[in-house]
């Protein structure tokens, strides 16, 4: 059985956007796979936290995923911070890595455009993520668009490794769906939706009320024209959202394209607040009980212990190679 590895950053409320690009098929994933999925909090101190709040957000993390379907018999769930593991093997990987690859990380250029204190994490994070990885021997990472480029260098630092000191990692294969990999922002839909855009208006999140959804669908940047046309160059706003109603309700984009023919953008949002309403509401009221349950700590535990038997395994071979173990 493929083993799979992925996870999200407890950076915030997470959006329809992680959603729909890697947490939803996390759930079709463990039917098939052997799947690892992680709060990647370590991650998280990228940028400055405040650490009750990361707390609560690594449990919301945490809660959602079983809220959406992860059933911790057949997924590890775990907090990366539980794993000590990550943080040795990425330190070993950036003696690895070259300080020129990093700085071609679109995402580092990103988020630290126009700041004046960018941190070393937010610059060698991509080694952390290589870490979280190839610790799994995973054979592939489901992930939206962006992380594409992070991936690649997962990849170049494992063919590294394997080339100087014998077969160690596994080479992960990037899972990246072709269609959804990328929700927009509705604010703004050129740029991705973000869990930390400045602006509420950029993402719908996954516990937004039924009042919120609705307006910030009704709010989203469209167009001047009435034409409801798929045509993501130059008509983004529009197809981003038939792209969030498409893969909400399951209709193909040809479908919906048909359905609301002749009808104006104001029909078409307000049908998208209905679907993604109804579709989110379930969730909500699953999380919800599953926080008050209590039961998400122990889950966790059990997880970060069946991630760490693995993850042992890997970084003991990886520091007998690299003549780190006397005996
Ligand atoms: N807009 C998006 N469309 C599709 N997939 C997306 N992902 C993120 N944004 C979109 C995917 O969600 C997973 C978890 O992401 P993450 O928490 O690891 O961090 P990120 O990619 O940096 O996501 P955000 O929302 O933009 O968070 P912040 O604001 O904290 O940086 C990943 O698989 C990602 O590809």
Known sequence: MKRVLSGVQPTGDVTIG???GAIKRFVELQETTEPFFMIANLHSW???QEPAVLREKTLDVAALYLAVGLDPKRSTIFVQSDVPEH???AWLLQCMAYFGELGRMVQFKEKSEGKQNVSVGLYTYPVLQAADILLYQADAVPVGEDQKQHLELTRDLAERFNKRFGDTFKVPEPLISEFGARIMG??????K?????????NRITMSDTPDEIRSKIMKAVTDAENEIRYDPENKPGISNLLTIYSLFSGESVEQLVERFRGQGYGTLKKSLVEVVVSHLAPIQERHRQLRQSGAVLDILKQGAERARAEAAKTLQDVKEKMGLVLR
């Open 193 to 201: 939706m973000s869990k930390s855009a400045p602006s509420p208006y």
């Open 87 to 89: 943080s040795e093997l």
């Open 186 to 191: 509705l604010d703004d839909p050129t740029k």
């Open 46 to 48: 990228t940028v400055s």
């Open 18 to 20: 992680n959603y729909l």
